[in-house]
């Protein structure tokens, strides 16, 4: 399968204060990858290597099979992308501005620019200066994907929107992604990532500790199961099972087990007694993600 992006070894300190470090990546073509951390975990440092906007102290990167160094303004061409922290000219309508983009990019006309700005919501024909912070981004949203680029590259794409339009936002990446093109998502909203994700990296004080499936990834989150039994079970007995966390007695007949990866030991155990229902949760991308940082006593966001 064909890459969109890769890196190798990347790292990027800041003086003495490491940005990244040895940061290996493959972005596959096609697919949506979220890439998740904390604030300071190296996320924004990633992508600003990654588009040229600062060099790497060693290492390398590649974007859409191009060098990013040396070919960064043909990358910029064919990628879009929503900054974290937007900033635009204020005295410019939205629509001037999307006309501006375009012809930097060489466009004949604005492209998905007015379909875009439709379905956002979005009137493009007040002053940038006027909008709210939610209409702000759906500036930012629409100069990003206008082009229709190969790779959309968005650092919290829904900061700011009520929740309609978040949900048409990620209908656009669904589409995106059928049309065969790639997104590469960082975010703090992990409910989101989890929606849309094919993939996820999470990165940590600038290493990048996991990638994954977000089913896979999901594996690592506690997950609770209540155990009901016909008779009283003493709730000791599925204490020292593998991967247990934690046990509690709900009352005389039901049982929490808190458990972190397979739950068989104690569906097991518990088939020793008469069971009369079982009941689980999934688990979710948040419960894995904050997993992968409790040995550290990291404060998440």
Do not use: C
Not at 33 to 59: E, H, M, W
Not at 115 to 138: F, H
Not at 193 to 213: K, M, Q, S, T, Y
């Amino acid at each position: 399968m064909t890459s969109a992006i890769t890196t190798h070894e990347l790292t990027k300190f800041y003086g003495r204060t490491r940005g990244i470090e040895d940061v290996d990546l493959e972005v596959r073509e096609g697919e949506v990858f979220g890439f998740l951390g904390p604030n300071g975990a190296g996320k924004s440092t990633t992508i600003r290597v990654l588009l040229d906007f600062i060099r790497p102290t060693k290492g390398a990167a590649s974007v859409l099979g191009l060098d990013a160094r040396r070919d960064s303004i043909e990358i910029k061409r064919r990628v879009g992308y929503l900054p974290g922290e937007l900033a635009m000219y204020e005295k410019m309508t939205a629509r001037e501005l999307f006309g501006y983009f375009a012809g930097l990019r060489g466009m004949s006309d604005l492209g998905d620019a007015e379909a875009l700005s439709e379905r956002l919501e979005l009137d493009p024909d007040i002053k940038i200066r006027k909008y709210s912070t939610g209409n702000r981004q759906k500036v930012g949203l629409v100069q990003a994907m206008m082009h229709r680029p190969e790779l959309l590259i968005l650092d919290e794409p829904t900061g700011g929107l009520d929740p309609l339009i978040q949900a048409e936002v990620h209908r656009v990446i669904d589409e995106v992604r059928s049309d065969g093109r790639t997104v590469f998502l960082s975010s703090h909203v992990l409910p989101e990532v989890e929606r849309v994700a094919d993939r996820v990296g999470i990165i940590r004080r600038g290493h990048l500790v996991v990638v994954d499936d977000v089913a896979e990834i999901k594996r690592h989150a506690v997950r609770k199961l209540i155990l009901r039994f016909g008779d009283p079970v003493d709730p000791d007995v599925f204490g020292g099972l593998p991967a247990v966390v934690s046990v509690h007695a709900l009352n005389e007949h039901e049982v929490e087990v808190a458990v972190e990866g397979s739950v068989d030991p104690v569906i097991k155990k518990a088939a020793e007694f008469e069971t009369t229902s079982v009941t689980a949760d999934d688990g979710d991308l948040e419960a894995a993600f904050l997993s992968f940082y409790a040995d550290e006593g990291e404060a998440v966001p």
